[in-house]
């Protein structure tokens, strides 16, 4: 299993680097962030590999998207090609196969012993909320100050200027 | 069970591809998800040692590291907004005002 999340973790970030278009790149990097979910999934890091998917592949790379298309920088295309159509076609079905076998990989053995196994076990969103909330709380409080930033940041230097 | 040594040897096959994307790639667009890259196969390393340790404080860092990637992509794109905005390019070679 490893193996083969790791194989398309680099397939797919080869493909970004070397992707001319944009949306294609960011396409690919949304493959490599799911198979790095799923070898947090492997690393016993649940929190973490549901806060990849929602964060990295949800918020961020939609926001990235939202920027490529709103500059509009790639050049134009002619219509789709039964080549092209093939290739997206084999990418549906990779996603869907990863997806799978994540969902094969969650679900092995029996659900309630695996339960049982996670409650005060490693890497739950139990475990690393107690260290988040007390060892790790100021460095908690400091993140939030940083996201705060960001946000002003960002508003302040995407403002329309108005003369 | 992988070894340890598999999984530094992934992250660190994604840290090289997304490092040489930052230095052959000429879209800052591109770039910026070639950091992106490079901050994940960090978390990769990170959450790997975790494991092996038995310590959970590396699923901290993680943590702490997505943070920053989400405060680095919302700043990083309005920047980009901006230049776009002003030079009508995202061409690192072009974004040259501050050359010496």
Not at chain 1, 27 to 56: E, K, P, R
Not at chain 1, 81 to 97: N, R
Not at chain 2, 2 to 15: C, D, E, G, K, T
Not at chain 2, 44 to 51: E, G, N, P, R, Y
Request: net charge neutral; hydrophobic share 60%; proline share 2%.
């Amino acid at each position: 299993m490893f193996y083969i999340i790791g194989g398309v973790a680099v397939l797919s970030a080869l493909i970004m680097v070397t992707n001319k278009k944009p949306v294609s790149a960011a396409m690919s990097l949304i493959v490599t962030m799911l198979c790095l979910s799923g070898m947090y999934v492997l690393l016993d890091a649940h929190l973490i590999a549901a806060l990849q998917i929602i964060v990295y592949a949800g918020a961020i790379m939609v926001l990235f998207l939202f920027v490529i298309m709103l500059l509009n920088i790639q050049e134009k295309e002619g219509r789709l090609s039964g080549h092209k159509i093939f290739l997206q076609f084999a990418w549906i079905m990779l996603v869907g196969y990863i997806f799978i076998s994540m969902v094969k990989l969650i679900g092995g053995g029996s659900l309630p012993a695996r339960i049982e196994e996670s409650i005060n076990g490693f890497g739950t969103t139990k475990a690393v909320g107690e260290i988040l909330f007390t060892d790790f709380l100021l460095p908690f409080e400091i993140a939030s100050i940083l996201l705060l930033a960001a946000i002003v940041g960002a508003v302040i230097l995407a403002k329309a200027r108005v003369d | 069970m992988v070894p340890l040594n598999h999984y530094l040897i992934l992250s660190a096959i994604l840290f090289t591809i997304g490092a040489v994307g930052v230095f052959t790639r000429r879209n800052a667009l591109i770039i910026y998800m070639c950091i992106e890259l490079m901050l994940n196969a960090v978390n990769l390393t990170f959450i790997a040692f975790s494991k092996f340790l038995n310590n959970m404080d590396g699923h901290i860092f993680a943590f702490m590291i997505m943070t920053v990637a989400a405060a680095e992509a919302a700043v990083g794109l309005a920047i980009i907004l901006a230049i776009f905005r002003n030079r009508e390019t995202v061409n690192v070679d072009d974004i040259n005002l501050m050359k010496g």
